[in-house]
């Protein structure tokens, strides 16, 4: 009851503002907003451009995912080459949105440290198209990865044994075999590297410019620029269906699909399957290259970080990290803050959420899951100015407060825990719980001593998660913020939009940094835990 | 343990339960089942899968609520009691442990539920591991375990509490060959020594006959028939005992003159003197004979008179072979023999068959 009354407040509500301000004319309901912005061509333009840019980043990210998963899993790289690929893919995941967009200005801009000082080139354009789409693909590749790896993985080898037994060759099985078995792996990643695409909000806003503009952006320049909350409403509702379509397509196609061959039961395992040498030797290739990309950029921000304006001033100083502690600081302690407290609040609400509709027979539990989870998939820009539609005027005024943003990353990112708590009570046998019971244990007994620490993975996964959305996230809560609460994230967009690209680069280290740090700690505490799956960074973000 | 109590006696009177299933619709699970479990000993509950043997099993340990009917252990009724209130030690299928526990909490789990003091949880973990021969492994996680040692972690972990019943849903099946051969005889051992009253639960008809006391075969949520490992085996009452339990040939035959001794049977072209059956009987009905393997005598053409068939199929199973041999007429009888002499028999050959009437029971024909 408490948690639905939640959810309709904090989920529910704040969407049906969005909607009704869309629909709100002078006189009552109209559609006049929504056709007024689908009438502007620039508009129209700025939907095609989302629409066109989502589709692209999803295919190539999925096709580099899949790259990677490959390597992984099939290119015997050794533990170490391994460990490293792991490692730097889930550099992006833990990152502000900014860094690849930043490093890319270094790289390819104007007074790029590649294109203009190390080929002499000038009048190269990244902004745009490219240079989104580069920054976006880099960015949101390794969710296709985590998907696709944990697909080729549990692959049963014994279906391409039995496939090489009745004669087929390696590239025959590959084309009638292993890349079949992917298809729901593969249209997972395209849909998750889609919506996140679709949803992205920082890296068009410095990249793509005017040259390219896409819905999230206009929708935010409305707001910020022009007051004009209508209009941002109505543009962020034309998102809503494509991110919508999104939503339901991976619950209810691909989510049916996904774990066909996922027994948990094959039979004895064989050696998986070996690549032929010249398909390996490429897969190395794209995959070292792309890795070394990503290093290469995250070593430029550091490099920006410590110098005083790269490309022109290779000094060093400690001016940018001086900014960040001293008027910078007040972005970082209320990040902090803010990310502390809805940490626990996220973790218990996703394990009481998923412990309730996996195990009790409450009114509506799979209605509830769905609300739940679709909050998370709706892209940022909606959630926020929904919350801003809601939470500005009475019953409940929150704008302004620190608990309007917690709020929102709360009930935005605990999804992630909710997922983690169900797939882990699905594997564990109500008989455990029956055992419990016949021992003489009562429900309450039962839950703490039984329940309780078998779903603490879940726990932690869903804190990791949202404490890393608290550092990094900015779609929604770029609307949230205020003069008592500001965000880490909001400060690194100010820092470039005033071109002080090295302070933007000295906080994004800090949130890399303080990210990393939580993540260790919470992966010596999954260690503590004594559970298969320990340990592994990536595994908790895969949720 | 306890020693010199001989346990409760565990009643079962008319329950039923209903489950909605999804095609089907309204399924009747277990239909008015009424069973007495003597004090101490292993009653088997047998059948199909599907026959409510299993939900007979929870509602006794109060997993699930029965529509009608009462559960009595001992003197208590317990129908309405929650399942933490039964003090019962239920054996699930995949174990059940606690993944999270140590060997050693897992066993001591129930001992810490009811707020034992620490050196007496020490010390009966202990005595119970030792007896179940796991001593020494009482900082092993579940997952270090082999499937044996699962089991015997599971069986630990009841009876360290002293239930008054225990209760097995297919403890088993989970295990090869060997070692669920090996594992019954284990079971059976310490229900013996302990004399807890048992409830048991397995498909398996061999695995029944080895471990009970007592089996009640059901069907379709029905009981059909309680009694030893023997009576059930040779006095079947019902067709469907009669086949669930060991091999049956069952073969068409007609009843010549019966009196109340014996009646003397026409089958396979032989006249031959059997035990009368329980219903009445006349001259030149037509009846089924039950004929188990062991009823029949083989030898090889011409070496003795009786009826003449020939080798279908062979199968050679070590310490005896068995054969499908076709008699005239196109009955086909299922035989075995332990003589080495005759285990070269290859399809084709002819032999001769000989019946022993004393072991040959009499069903209706066209009844099941």
């Not at chain 1, 090295?502 to 303080?514: D, K, P, W, Y």
Request: net charge positive; hydrophobic share 50%.
């Amino acid at each position: 009851m408490v948690l639905w009354a939640a959810l309709a407040l904090f989920v529910c509500y704040p969407l049906a503002r969005v909607v009704t301000e869309a629909f709100h004319g002078e006189a009552g309901f109209s559609l006049g907003a929504v056709g007024a912005v689908l009438g502007h061509w620039a508009n129209r333009q700025a939907l095609w451009n989302s629409l066109v840019l989502a589709t692209l980043v999803g295919v190539g990210g999925t096709a580099l995912g899949f790259a990677f998963a490959l390597a992984v899993v099939r290119a015997r790289l050794g533990r170490v080459v391994t460990f490293l690929l792991d490692a730097v893919t889930v550099l992006p995941l833990i990152s502000p949105p900014f860094v690849s967009a930043i490093a890319i200005i270094f790289s390819f801009g104007p007074r790029g440290f590649l294109t203009y000082h190390l080929l002499g080139l000038s009048g190269v354009q990244i902004y745009g198209l490219t240079g989104t789409l580069l920054s976006e693909v880099l960015t949101y590749f390794p969710l296709a990865y985590l998907t696709l790896r944990g697909v080729l993985a549990s692959l049963d080898p014994n279906l391409e044994d039995m496939a090489l037994s009745l004669g087929a060759g390696r590239g025959h099985i590959f084309r009638t075999v292993t890349l079949p078995l992917t298809v729901p792996g593969l249209a997972n990643s395209f849909l998750l590297c889609f919506a996140a695409s679709l949803a992205d909000f920082a890296t068009p806003l410095i990249l793509a410019g005017q040259r390219y503009p896409v819905l999230p952006t206009q929708a935010y320049l409305q707001i910020t620029g022009l007051y004009d909350f209508h209009g941002g409403a109505a543009l962020s509702l034309v998102l809503l269906g494509p991110a919508l379509v999104v939503f339901l397509l991976q619950r209810y196609w691909v989510g049916r699909r996904v774990f066909v061959t996922v027994t948990g039961r094959a039979g004895p395992r064989g050696e998986r399957p070996r690549l032929g040498a010249l398909a390996r030797s490429v897969l190395i290739a794209v995959c070292g290259l792309t890795a070394l990309l990503i290093l290469y950029f995250y070593a430029l921000i550091f490099v920006a970080s410590i110098v005083r304006a790269l490309g022109a001033n290779h000094a060093l100083t400690a001016a940018h990290y001086r900014v960040v502690v001293t008027t910078g600081w007040k972005a970082v302690r209320d990040t902090l803050i803010i990310a502390l407290i809805g940490m626990p609040l996220g973790g218990l609400y996703g394990v009481a959420l998923g412990y309730l509709v996996t195990r009790t027979e409450a009114a509506g539990r799979r209605w509830m899951e769905f609300v739940a989870l679709m909050n998370y998939a709706l892209p940022g820009t909606i959630v926020g100015i929904g919350y801003l539609l809601a939470f500005n005027r009475p019953p409940l005024v929150l704008t302004g407060t620190a608990a309007i943003i917690i709020a929102c990353y709360v009930f935005r990112y605990s999804p992630a825990g909710i997922r983690a708590t169900v797939a882990l009570l699905q594997q564990i046998d109500q008989a455990l719980e029956e055992a419990s019971t016949s021992l003489g244990a009562s429900r309450l007994v039962t839950f703490r001593r039984v329940v309780l620490p078998l779903v603490l993975p879940a726990f932690l996964a869903g804190l990791a998660v949202v404490f890393i959305r608290s550092m990094t996230a900015i779609s929604a809560t770029i609307f949230l913020v205020s003069v008592n609460w500001t965000l880490l994230t909001v400060r690194i967009l100010e820092a470039i939009t005033e071109l002080e690209l090295g302070t933007a680069s000295a906080f994004a280290m800090l949130v890399i940094a303080l990210v990393y740090a939580m993540l260790t700690l919470l992966g010596w505490g999954l260690r503590r835990l004594r559970t298969r799956e320990a340990g592994a960074v990536a595994s908790l973000l895969e949720a | 343990m306890r020693g010199g109590e001989r346990g409760v006696a565990v009643r079962l009177e008319g329950l039923s339960k209903r489950f909605v299933h999804g095609a089907k619709g309204e399924v009747a699970a277990v239909s008015d089942v009424s069973l007495e479990i003597p004090p101490g000993t292993l009653m088997t509950l047998l059948g199909p899968s599907g026959c409510g043997k299993t939900t007979c099993l929870r509602m006794v340990a109060g997993f699930v609520v029965p529509e009608a009917g009462r559960i009595w252990i001992g003197d208590r009724d317990v129908t309405g009691l929650a399942a933490n209130h039964r003090n019962i030690g239920f054996v699930f299928q995949n174990y059940a442990l606690f993944p999270h526990l140590t060997v050693f909490e897992n066993v001591a789990y129930g001992l810490r539920v009811k707020k034992r003091p620490a050196p007496e949880i020490v010390e009966r973990v202990r005595r119970v591991l030792a007896l179940v021969g796991l001593s020494g492994y009482d900082s092993q996680f579940p997952n270090q375990l082999s499937g044996g040692e699962q089991q015997r972690v599971a069986l630990a972990r009841v009876i360290v509490v002293e239930p008054a019943v225990l209760l097995f849903d297919e403890p088993l099946s989970n295990l090869d060959a060997k070692l669920r051969i090996q594992m019954r005889a284990e079971i059976q051992r310490l229900q013996r020594a302990l004399a807890i009253t048992t409830l048991y639960v397995t498909h398996d008809q061999e695995e029944a006959m080895a471990i009970s006391d007592r089996v009640a075969v059901m069907r379709r949520g029905a009981l059909l028939q309680v009694g030893t490992p023997h009576e059930l085996y040779y006095a079947p009452r019902s067709l469907f005992v009669a086949q669930f339990i060991g091999r049956a040939n069952l073969v068409p035959a007609v009843i010549g003159t019966a009196t109340a001794e014996g009646v003397a049977l026409t089958v396979l072209g032989e006249v031959c003197p059997v035990p009368a059956p329980e219903w009445p009987v006349a001259p030149g009905m037509r009846v089924r004979a039950l004929v188990r393997p062991e009823a029949v005598g083989l030898a090889r053409a011409g070496t003795r008179a009786g009826i003449p068939g020939k080798v279908m199929e062979a199968l050679f199973l070590g310490e005896k072979s068995e054969y499908a041999v076709e008699v005239a007429g196109g009955e086909r009888l299922t035989v075995t023999t332990s003589d080495p002499a005759l285990a070269d028999l290859r399809p084709g050959d002819a032999v001769t068959l000989t019946l022993r009437g004393e072991l040959i029971r009499l069903f209706p024909e066209g009844r099941e």
